[in-house]
C-alpha cells in the first residue's frame, strides 16, 4: 500500500492568504523532503528534515518521526508561489516515497 | 490510482558497460520523466517525453539517452556507464502539461557502477 499519503489533493489559496499541506506516513520515517515542481518537471528543494522545523521565507516545514507526519505551511501566498508541491520520505532501510503531489492554485 | 513500475529494481554494472533502465506506466499519461536521487542533490532531471516518439533533455542529460517507443513505456540508457552514474534512479508520469502537473513515482532503481 501507499507509504505516504498527501493531501490535499488540490489547494486554491488568494494572494496574501496562507494555508498548510501535510503527508502522513504509514510507517516511522527517518527524513522528509518537500519539493516544488517547476513547468519543465524539474523538481525544485524546498527542505530537507530529519526532525523538528525549518523555516524559509513565506515557508515553513515540520517534521514528527514518533507522529508520522510532515506538513509545509505557506503563507502571504504569492502568484508565483502556484505549482504542485510533493513530499517525499526516507524509510529506515532507506527507501525513498514519494507523496502524490498537490496542486496549489494562489489567485489575485 | 496512477501505477509506474521500473525494473530493474537493482542493477549492478561494470564501468563502460550498456545500461537500460526501463519504466512502464499504465495511466495513460502523455509525459514521462526520468531523474536521479543523489545524497545532496535532492532529484535531478534527467530526460523527459511528451508522448510516444518525443523525448527531451532535462537538467543533467550528459552522459544518458532516452527512448519513448510507446505511451507506456520510457526507457533510461546509459552507453558507456561510468562510476559517476551510481545512484537511485526514479520514473515518474504527469498527468497534465500544466504547472499543476501531479506526477506518480516508480520505486526507484539502484545503479552501482563499479
Known amino acids: 500500500g501507499d507509504q505516504v499519503e498527501q493531501s490535499p489533493s488540490a489547494l486554491s489559496l488568494h494572494e496574501g492568504t496562507g494555508s498548510a499541506l501535510r503527508c502522513n506516513f504509514t510507517?516511522?520515517?527517518?527524513?522528509v523532503q518537500w519539493f516544488r515542481k517547476n513547468s519543465r518537471g524539474s523538481l525544485i528543494n524546498l527542505f530537507y528534515?530529519?526532525?523538528g522545523t525549518k523555516e524559509n521565507g513565506r515557508l515553513k516545514s515540520a517534521f514528527d518521526s514518533k507522529e508520522r507526519y510532515s506538513t509545509l505551511h505557506i503563507r502571504d501566498a504569492q502568484l508565483e508561489d502556484s505549482g504542485t508541491y510533493f513530499c517525499?520520505?526516507?524509510?529506515?532501510?532507506?527507501?525513498?516515497?514519494f507523496g502524490s503531489g498537490t496542486k496549489l492554485t494562489v489567485e489575485p | 490510482e496512477a501505477a509506474v513500475t521500473q525494473s530493474p529494481r537493482n542493477k549492478v554494472a561494470v564501468t563502460g558497460g550498456k545500461v537500460t533502465l526501463s519504466c512502464n506506466q499504465t495511466?495513460?499519461?502523455?509525459?514521462m520523466y526520468w531523474y536521479r536521487q543523489d545524497t545532496g542533490h535532492g532529484l535531478r532531471l534527467i530526460h523527459y517525453?511528451?508522448?510516444?516518439?518525443?523525448?527531451e533533455k532535462g537538467d543533467i542529460p550528459d552522459g544518458y539517452k532516452a527512448s519513448r517507443p510507446s505511451q507506456e513505456n520510457f526507457s533510461l540508457i546509459l552507453e558507456l556507464a561510468t562510476p559517476s552514474q551510481t545512484s537511485v534512479y526514479f520514473c515518474?508520469?504527469?498527468?497534465?502539461?500544466?504547472?499543476?502537473?501531479?506526477?506518480?513515482f516508480g520505486h526507484g532503481t539502484k545503479l552501482s557502477v563499479l
Open positions: 510507517t516511522t520515517m527517518r527524513a
Open positions: 528534515l530529519a526532525s
Open positions: 517525453s511528451y508522448g510516444a516518439g518525443s523525448t
Open positions: 495511466n495513460n499519461h502523455n509525459n
Open positions: 515518474a508520469s504527469g498527468d497534465a502539461w500544466t504547472v499543476n502537473e501531479r506526477l506518480f
Open positions: 517525499a520520505a526516507r524509510s529506515n532501510y532507506n527507501v525513498l516515497y
